[in-house]
């Protein structure tokens, strides 16, 4: 999200870099090249229009703080405005309610509202151990009762047994008063969903809503569909006064125009966003790590959270071990190449890094995931010992290999010179010991193959 904001912002940012002083006229372009780049990714005009005053009022002649230049800080007055613009501060789920409490989940056909309420489930009973029950309210479409069944029984969380022929009011209090029975902390609400807002379905959104007094209504909005999601959202909190907003489908949003004005417009706080298909793709939204991405400052600390959450720190440790002692080998590499992949989309890790984004301009082709799996099919079409001692592979079975893993055998010479590489690497890590090995990056993740990190 946010790649065509991004580049244009850096475009701006470099007409005022070396000025010695901040003014009116040279920070005009600059300001020109924002709002351009803010309407591009469909962010709402108004929103543009206050965007643009706030931060030329509060630029031009400014105080320069001491340890920056005038166009580092013209960049944090935006990177500021931009914060503010967003929220402030990341709003998680409030569940401060006698249990259970109901969180209801709102928005129209097709926006991921019942992937997410498995999303936030999964989230929920495995970061803060709280007991969940999902409870499917359409009975329009049979299909969203069992993907819903499907989804509870990937995340591992209980789903109240529903059928079509129920009235959805009915299975709202069943579900809360099963969730009361069975001592749950949390019950989520999936209701239907139309193709378009109208009175039908929000006469039963609140008609629910009356009946269990939720104290959450999250609408789930699509973020690819820009301006049209901030649109209803307005309209759902007009008619139902939702609490916060999640946003899908973010990977596949270049642009993040709803990001950017679903807060100013509804003055509701967005929760979380949807960064993937897979039921841990979910990331709680923190508006200062969003503008630090948006203007290429990285993100650390999303990039920490996400690596002690889905990376396995013993295997990490053992892995630490074995480079300090010098015994890196291929099914080593493979173990760890699978935990980078856990992390997310190479884009993804490569954006939350200070100044890496910038650094990998126009080599955009090196983040391909796809290349990783292909290095995984031929590390995989080796023999244990192959892959314990890279020493053994000559010509013959490299054509093995390549024929096993649906590759070339250019391809196996290529992974093996950037592994023998890598593993020289190691070694230099493991003389310096433990401390030189941090210096060199973090615990576990070596330079790999074909990319600059």
């Known amino acids: 999200m946010f790649d065509s904001l991004s580049e244009r912002f850096e475009t701006a940012f470099k007409k005022i870099r070396g000025r010695g002083s901040l003014s009116e006229s040279n920070i005009k372009d600059a300001l020109r090249?924002?709002?351009?780049?803010?309407?591009?990714?469909?962010?709402?005009?108004?929103?543009?229009?206050?965007?643009?005053?706030?931060?030329r009022q509060k630029a031009v002649g400014v105080e320069v703080m001491g340890s920056l230049t005038p166009g580092q800080q013209v960049i944090k007055v935006v990177h500021d405005e931009l914060v503010h613009l967003m929220g402030e501060v990341n709003s998680d789920l409030n569940l401060a309610v006698q249990p259970p409490a109901v969180v209801m989940m709102v928005g129209l056909q097709g926006s991921g509202k019942t992937t997410t309420s498995g999303?936030?489930?999964?989230?929920?009973?495995?970061?803060?151990?709280?007991?969940?029950?999902?409870?499917?309210?359409?009975?329009?479409?049979?299909?969203?009762?069992?993907?819903?069944?499907?989804?509870?029984g990937q995340v591992e969380v209980d789903v109240l047994p529903t059928t079509t022929l129920e009235n959805p009011r009915d299975i709202a209090q069943r579900a809360v008063e099963t969730a009361k029975r069975g001592s749950y902390d949390v019950v989520f609400l999936d209701t239907a969903g139309r193709l378009h807002v109208d009175d039908e379905l929000m006469t039963e959104l609140s008609d629910v809503k009356e009946l269990v007094n939720p104290i959450e209504i999250l609408l789930v909005a699509d973020s690819m569909t820009g301006q049209d999601a901030?649109?209803?959202?307005?309209?759902?909190?007009?008619r139902l006064g939702i609490s916060g907003v999640v946003l899908t489908k973010t990977d596949g949003d270049a642009r993040g125009g709803a990001a950017l004005s679903i807060r100013d417009v509804t003055g509701k706080p967005i929760k979380f966003v949807g960064t993937g298909e897979k039921l841990d793709a979910l990331e709680p939204f923190h508006p200062d790590r969003i503008a630090s991405r948006i203007l290429?400052?990285?993100?650390?600390?999303?990039?920490?959270?996400?690596?002690?959450?889905?990376?396995?720190?013993?295997?990490?440790a053992k892995l630490q071990e074995k480079i300090t002692s010098k015994k890196f080998t291929l099914e080593d590499f493979l173990a760890q190449m699978q935990q980078v992949?856990?992390?997310?989309?190479?884009?993804?890790?490569?954006?939350?890094?200070?100044?890496?984004?910038?650094?990998?301009?126009?080599?955009?082709?090196?983040?391909?995931?796809?290349?990783?799996?292909?290095?995984?099919?031929?590390?995989?079409?080796?023999?244990?010992?192959?892959?314990?001692?890279?020493?053994?592979?000559?010509?013959?079975?490299?054509?093995?290999?390549a024929k096993g893993s649906g590759t070339s055998v250019q391809e196996v010479n290529r992974l093996l010179k950037q592994f023998i590489q890598t593993q020289k690497m190691m070694k230099r890590f493991g003389k310096l010991g433990k401390k030189g090995f941090m210096r060199g990056g973090m615990p576990g993740m070596p330079k790999m193959p074909g990319l600059p990190f």
Do not use: W
């Open 230 to 238: 901030v649109t209803v959202a307005e309209q759902f909190d007009q």
């Open 119 to 152: 999303k936030l489930a999964r989230r929920l009973s495995g970061r803060q151990n709280k007991k969940c029950l999902l409870a499917s309210l359409d009975v329009y479409r049979p299909a969203a009762m069992d993907q819903l069944a499907t989804v509870g």
């Open 33 to 55: 090249e924002v709002r351009v780049a803010l309407l591009e990714a469909d962010v709402s005009y108004k929103v543009v229009k206050t965007f643009i005053a706030n931060v």
């Open 341 to 401: 992949q856990k992390m997310g989309s190479l884009t993804d890790l490569v954006g939350m890094i200070p100044g890496m984004k910038q650094a990998m301009k126009g080599k955009e082709q090196q983040l391909d995931d796809s290349k990783l799996k292909r290095i995984e099919a031929i590390i995989l079409s080796m023999t244990i010992k192959e892959r314990q001692r890279h020493q053994l592979i000559n010509a013959s079975r490299k054509r093995r290999i």
């Open 296 to 316: 290429g400052m990285g993100d650390v600390l999303t990039l920490v959270e996400t690596a002690m959450e889905k990376v396995d720190l013993d295997e990490a």
